[in-house]
């Protein structure tokens, strides 16, 4: 379990003063200390207020004056542009804003949603125009070349920033914004495809944004939700309204909107605070709020349909995950007999005229859209459904890998049951259930064993993908955990796999693991997943350990604590005679020599340690004895006192045990 703590505040407008500003501003700073440590910060735009003259210096001691004050590091510092940090009297980017995105009287510009081209040279027209909110960004990440080097970029007004938690996607939403256009807005999807077509998908991603989904132009709209439901995009942070605004959008994705740090009477300031568990994705969001003569407070009815009104609850597993399609995400995952990522309620394999005539219309032209070019234009409802049928039968039956509908990437063409071997054993690990799937020169293999998944993408005899999960939570027996983490184990271990189909259609994969890749990252990330393996396979076998020495048997829980981890390592350490805790030395006035060191026996000691009493899975360990190791001790002279060369004198203790 891993969580992170993160604030959210936007619509700064640092430049813009008054007395209830200052003091709300001043008081934030001390509200942020009282908090504790931040892991991440982000602000949604508008830095400063554009009617008045810019105060760059003052914006950038205000925006450090808050990084130190909730103690984050500036690498997990992430700012978007807001419509005020843009100059709106620029005559070329307002020329560049009519030929692209068309104007008031309702001229069409060129750039299309569903084509998502926005040209070069105009976007280099519309980002020059950012010049107050440049050189703020220029003192914030002075220290950071990497990440100065996408805010200035005069093509690519978005980007994405992978930390060790998270994607954040940086979206200027301000693109096409102007006096006359505020809402209908356009961030380009096709710019938006360039940055998260290479995401890690492993990781939980975040939309940062000025505007909110809702000032999106509708066709845009569209768009953008397509995108996101690809690469499970399911956070979208944003502001402008100067009011905290918590919601689930299109039932798919949630939208987290600040308040402003600025007092007006009509608008709410205030601030968002999350605490999310990256392995569960799993999260909560708080709101405060400022009372004009008054303090900072909690807001108490951020959720109002909740019995805590006050914590709005959220979690953004892979959708695949919730619907069980697909338990592992991956940029290659498969949503198994399924028409589209992750929402789609029609079975492929039970297609017929009567479930598609009754589709609403946006399902409908999804289909349409999977025709393409087969379709004339001028073909009935009814034509279309039968003209699909026949495709997708016809398809099916052919094995076709070529000239495919779409939707085929994503279909399972052959369930068969195998084995898996790692590396060169003759003896497979275990039966495994195996889904495959292919489209083009690209094959994907879902392998499912009695715990564990594996999802493969094989082109042309290479492995261009894998992705490895497994799931043991629910086994409360330690021997049973340790079994399956046997075979775990192994494939974790291995530099290349082999499956092989048992039945009529014989199928031999050979899939190689990012140990034996040419990519480090990969690599890395794999290695990662296997230090943690073992580290939890170490934990299983000091748990069994103990149960044979105390003749005892936990119950484990789905999950440990940090005081569980403790007392693992204490109670272990004394089952095989070692180090359990320590005192600081052994002064000269209980044993006094002329010489540098001696070996000490052991010897059971009558002034404890105070080890506290010790609680695991449901069981008491209360210390009763307590003896030195036998070791050797040196003399410190500084100190007066003999202890280890490690430092200090090492105790063992034996516990009595009793089952709560």
């Known amino acids: 379990m891993k969580k992170t703590k993160w604030l959210h505040i936007s619509d700064l407008h640092l430049n813009k003063q008054g007395i209830e500003t200052q003091r709300l501003r001043d008081r934030l700073l001390s509200l942020l200390q009282e908090l504790g440590e931040t892991d991440y910060l982000f602000i949604s735009g508008d830095l400063h207020y554009a009617p008045n003259p810019p105060d760059i210096v003052g914006a950038v001691n205000y925006i450090k004056q808050i990084i130190a004050s909730c103690h984050v590091p500036i690498e997990h510092v992430f700012i978007v542009p807001g419509n005020h940090d843009v100059d709106r009297s620029d005559r070329i980017r307002s020329e560049t804003e009519k030929r692209v995105f068309g104007d008031e009287n309702h001229e069409d510009g060129y750039y299309l949603p569903e084509d998502g081209i926005i040209k070069s040279e105009d976007i280099f027209n519309i980002l020059k125009a950012r010049g107050v909110f440049q050189k703020i960004i220029n003192e914030v990440y002075r220290d950071i070349p990497s990440r100065l080097l996408e805010y200035n970029s005069q ?45 890690n998908t492993q990781k939980t991603s975040i939309i940062l944004t000025h505007y909110s989904y809702d000032y999106m132009e509708r066709r845009e709209q569209k768009e953008l939700i397509a995108l996101m439901r690809d690469k499970n995009i399911r956070l979208w942070i944003a502001g402008h309204e100067h009011n905290n605004l918590v919601r689930m959008q299109r039932d798919f994705f949630y939208e987290f909107q600040a308040g402003n740090l600025l007092f007006e009477k009509q608008a709410k300031s205030c601030i968002l605070m999350f605490e999310f568990d990256t392995e569960s994705k799993d999260g909560t969001t708080r709101a405060f709020s400022w ?48 028409l589209n990522n992750c929402i789609a309620a029609i079975n492929l394999y039970s297609l017929n005229e009567k479930n598609l005539s009754t589709l609403p219309e946006p399902e409908f032209n999804k289909i349409k859209s999977q025709m393409g070019d087969r379709l004339s234009g001028k073909e009935t409802n009814q034509q279309i459904i039968s ?26 063409r052959g369930v068969y049951d195998g084995y898996i071997y790692a590396d060169d054993c003759i003896t497979p690990l275990e039966k495994v259930k195996i889904y495959h799937g ?61 499956i092989r189909t048992i039945g009529e259609r014989q ?53 440990a604590t940090a005081e569980d981890f403790m007392a693992i390592d204490i109670i272990y350490s004394s089952t095989i005679k070692e180090r359990c805790c320590s005192i600081p030395g052994i002064p000269f006035s209980i044993y006094n020599s002329i010489k540098s060191h001696f070996d000490f026996p052991e010897t059971e000691i009558t002034e404890r340690s105070k080890l506290p009493e010790l609680r695991l899975f449901g069981h008491s360990f209360k210390p009763r004895r307590e003896y030195i190791l036998a070791c050797q001790l040196i003399k410190n002279k500084a100190k007066k006192i003999w202890e280890t060369k490690e430092g200090g004198v090492p105790i063992c203790v034996d516990f009595a045990v009793d089952q709560e």
């Open 155 to 199: 093509e690519k007004p978005h980007f994405v920033i992978e930390t060790e938690d998270f994607n954040v996607i940086h979206l200027d939403s301000t693109l096409s914004y102007t006096k006359e256009r505020q809402r209908d807005l356009y961030i380009g999807s096709g710019l938006l495809y360039d940055v998260i077509k290479s995401i």
């Open 291 to 338: 009372e004009p003569g008054e303090d900072w407070h909690e807001y108490p009815f951020i959720a109002p349909m909740n019995d805590e009104k006050r914590i709005y609850p959220f979690s953004v597993k892979d959708c695949r995950e919730e619907t069980g399609k697909d338990p592992f995400s991956s940029e290659y995952s498969i949503p198994i007999r399924y």
């Open 387 to 412: 003209l699909f049928l026949a495709e997708i039968n016809m398809t099916m039956n052919a094995g076709k890998r070529y000239d495919c509908l779409p939707l085929f990437q994503h279909v399972i």
């Open 438 to 498: 292919f489209f083009e020169d690209i094959d994907q293999y879902q392998i499912e064993g009695e715990r564990f998944m594996l999802l493969a993408v094989i082109k042309k005899n290479k492995t261009v993908g894998i992705t490895y999960g497994y799931s043991l939570s629910d086994l409360n027996d330690v021997n049973d955990r340790i079994y399956f983490f046997g075979n775990i184990s192994k494939i974790l271990h291995a530099t290349n796999l082999l």
């Open 507 to 559: 199928l031999c994969v050979r899939i190689m693991t990012p140990l034996n890749a040419e990519n480090d990252l990969e690599e890395k990330r794999w290695k990662e997943k296997v230090e943690n393996t073992d580290r939890w396979i170490e934990q299983m076998h000091k748990i069994s350990a103990i149960e044979d020495y105390y003749d005892i048997k936990f119950v484990l829980p789905k999950s």
